[in-house]
């Protein structure tokens, strides 16, 4: 209970383009933050984009210009839009959602695949 559900990973050829989703389920519980990860074998987990309950954003250096976190607030939903994609944005993309009072939760990630 509580953990985010991510979705819209898939297999892409590069320079086309994905929208993640991030469905915050904790029903009533106020959002602090809500961050985009990655992780790919043989490299750190890498922190890709992240929201503040104030709607200021920020993005990593190796996606910036390219990717784009954004919200719908009635939807409890975060969103990752991802274009220009490139073979090293392969990875299994994790959706961290901190809530006041009760700490962050990890959803189960969903796998992006770029490749020709």
């Known amino acids: 209970q509580g953990r985010p559900v991510e979705s819209g990973g898939g297999l892409v050829q590069p320079g086309e383009s994905l929208r993640l989703s991030c469905a915050a389920s904790?029903?009533?519980?106020?959002?602090?933050?809500v961050d985009w990860y990655r992780r790919s074998p043989g490299k750190q987990r890498e922190l890709v984009a992240s929201?503040?309950?104030?709607?200021?954003?920020n993005s990593a250096h190796s996606v910036k210009g390219r990717f784009t976190i954004s919200r719908d607030i009635a939807k409890n939903t975060v969103y990752l839009q991802m274009n220009s994609l490139k073979p090293e944005d392969t990875a299994v993309y994790l959706c961290n959602v901190f809530y006041d009072k009760l700490g962050d939760y990890w959803g189960q990630g969903t796998q992006v695949t770029v490749s020709s």
């Open positions: 929201m503040t309950k104030d709607g200021l954003t």
């Open positions: 904790r029903i009533g519980a106020s959002i602090v933050a």
